[in-house]
């Protein structure tokens, strides 16, 4: 038995033959000689218009599939083709060095590629992953080879070992076929693992280079949950491993089925399970997973991917469609949250030393009345006899809640003196994902309806280390002290004044962490649609006295490792 060690990129037990997936562009046949520039070019814009049509297809399989936030990668390797510096420097490649189409393709997409991937950051060396596999599918129409289908006619159940996988790759594998994946390289946030978890298959990834040696066919083992792998196993280890995959199994059967009830606790405490989402499709998706409401419409993805800023009319229609979708269920939209990771090409935010202490979210929209005062007409619009509710993001003043609310009071203000309908009792809620917020929040609370608790970026704010960098990641874990006891200190203060508190951000998916914001008194969890029936079987599986003990105990401790070790003794955190 054989033992790799790599990153646990997606929960579960995964149990069969290895499948090595190593795809090489075929493109033996190269002409030879000097090559004809004119005849070149001609062939490579033949190549970029088939391109893009493929794209445009894989585009709205993937959709249909995954949602349209993970399926716009598809969207960016469009803009690729696109791209004028990178097309010059391919058509420099002909002209000037008399290469063929594919070799000037490959070496002008390989000089960006190095160079992406010279930033040292995860979210560049995703890019980088990105131009090579539009690379790689220019030269394979270039090279008339069909696009690779082994991945797509998949007959048997198999676990995928690859270097990486593509954004293509993932897209046509036939995915009933699929038990799990190993990569040797990539990180928890690399495209394989957010698909992963996507679609619910156990993943174990960044494993290094070794993990191509195992044999085709090889009997394997995911541990998804551990990070990792197990060649030719004994049969004493396989057994076991097979017990706890059908035991899970069996468990996320009655969990889901148990879903559709609302979420309270074993005494009668109700709290709200919601979902985060970005579209319509991932709102049906939440539903289905027994979501009560969504917490959290994050509505940048709809300005991502594009020239310009989708019109109040687009907006529209949009949330319009997502709020046809929930009903009359509770739907928080996020005003733009822009900047720092997520930027916008067209908006010229301009380079920043620090973006993520820079002009983004509310900053920005605060600036740009010609973005929010559109946005906040296009949601207003969409709430006529829905339950549309409204959430700033990046609140760090009282001033900056009070000018959003002057800038929304302008805009309703306007629609009722045209005449244009919308719900006048809209809910309005902040984000508190600043320290400064979270400290202030018994000044806040009287302003709004409600809170939520945007860990992602408190965390990050309060340890002082960047969300995206994998070298600080050990600073950030939501069961620090520090992070506790501003959510204990948030909820008070709103509680005090009678408003409630929700929270979007990863911790409130995170199993670990569900007993204490429960017993902190949490009064909604919104998260990845997934996990939903999880989370609403373990609060269903303690009583409200119960958490508050467990959220006291925790909050005495003085590190992340003490509140985990204390879970542990409880038999809540991973041995
Ligand atoms: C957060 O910061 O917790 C959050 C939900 O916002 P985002 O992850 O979009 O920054
Ligand atoms: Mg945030």
Redesign the pocket.
């Known amino acids: 038995m054989k033992t790799y060690q790599g990153l646990a990129a997606s929960g579960g037990i995964a149990i069969g033959p290895a499948y090595i997936y190593l795809p090489e562009v075929q493109c033996a046949q190269l002409p030879c000689g000097p090559v004809e520039p004119a005849a070149e070019l001609a062939r490579l814009e033949r190549a970029i218009v088939e391109a893009q049509k493929q794209l445009a297809a894989i585009y709205e399989k993937s959709v249909a599939e995954v949602g349209e936030e993970a399926a716009a990668i598809f969207l960016a390797h469009q803009e690729f083709l696109s791209d004028p510096e990178l097309l010059a420097e391919v058509k420099r490649q002909i002209q000037e060095q008399h290469a063929p189409a594919e070799t000037a393709v490959e070496t002008a997409f390989e000089i960006y590629a190095q160079q992406l991937e010279a930033l040292e950051d995860a979210y560049y060396q995703e890019r980088a992953l990105d131009l090579r596999d539009v690379s790689r599918r220019l030269r394979r129409i270039l090279a008339g080879v069909q696009d690779q289908e082994t991945l797509t006619n998949l007959t048997s159940p198999v676990i995928i070992i690859a270097r990486d996988l593509t954004p293509s790759d993932t897209a046509q594998m036939n995915k009933r076929m699929v038990l799990g994946f190993c990569t040797a390289t990539g990180g928890l946030t690399s495209h394989t693992a957010i698909i992963a978890r996507i679609l619910g298959i156990p993943a174990v990834v960044g494993i290094g280079e070794d993990i191509l040696n195992v044999q085709p066919g090889a009997p394997l083992i995911v541990d998804g949950h551990e990070g990792i792998v197990l060649e030719n196993a004994d049969e004493d280890t396989m057994t076991k491993y097979k017990k706890q995959r059908d035991a899970e199994a069996e468990r996320q059967r009655k969990e889901k089925a148990a879903a559709h009830k609302p979420a309270a606790t074993a005494d009668g405490h109700r709290v709200e399970v919601v979902a985060n989402i970005a579209d319509a499709a991932s709102a049906q998706i939440a539903l289905d997973f027994g979501a009560e409401g969504v917490g959290?419409f994050?509505t940048e993805y709809l300005f991502l991917n594009r020239q310009s800023v989708p019109t109040e009319e687009e907006q529209y229609r949009d949330y319009r469609a997502v709020a046809d979708v929930l009903g009359n269920r509770p739907l928080i939209i996020r005003t733009l949250?822009i900047g720092g990771d997520k930027q916008l090409p067209y908006l010229n935010i301009g380079q920043e030393a620090n973006p993520f202490l820079g002009w983004r979210a509310i900053r920005l929209c605060l600036d740009n009345p010609h973005i929010f005062e559109p946005q906040l007409r296009a949601i207003l619009r969409a709430s006529v006899e829905r339950n549309v509710q409204i959430m700033f993001?990046m609140i760090a003043t009282l001033e900056e809640v009070q000018r959003a609310k002057e800038v929304l009071a302008r805009v309703q203000a306007q629609l009722a003196q045209e005449g244009v309908p919308f719900d006048p009792h809209t809910q309005i809620g902040i984000?508190v994902?600043v320290p400064s917020a979270a400290l202030i929040a018994d000044i806040l609370a009287p302003e709004v309806d409600f809170f939520s608790i945007?860990?992602?970026?408190?965390i990050q704010y309060t340890m002082a280390c960047d969300r995206v960098n994998e070298k600080v990641a050990y600073l950030y874990d939501p069961l620090h002290p520090a992070v506790l006891r501003l959510i204990q200190h948030v909820i008070q203060a709103a509680h005090r004044v009678g408003k409630w508190v929700g929270m979007?951000?990863?911790m409130a998916g995170d199993l670990e962490a569900i007993p204490i914001l429960l017993g902190l008194g949490l009064d909604e969890f919104s998260m990845n649609a997934p996990t939903i029936p999880a989370a609403k079987s373990l609060i269903a599986s303690l009583t409200l006295p119960q958490a508050q003990e467990i959220a006291q105990t925790a909050l005495s401790k003085r590190t992340a490792e003490e509140v985990r070790d204390y879970l542990r003794s409880l038999g809540l955190a991973q041995q």
């Not at 945007?454 to 408190?458: E, F, P, Q, S």
């Open positions: 959290l994050r949250d993001p984000m994902e945007g860990t992602n970026d408190l979007c951000g990863e």
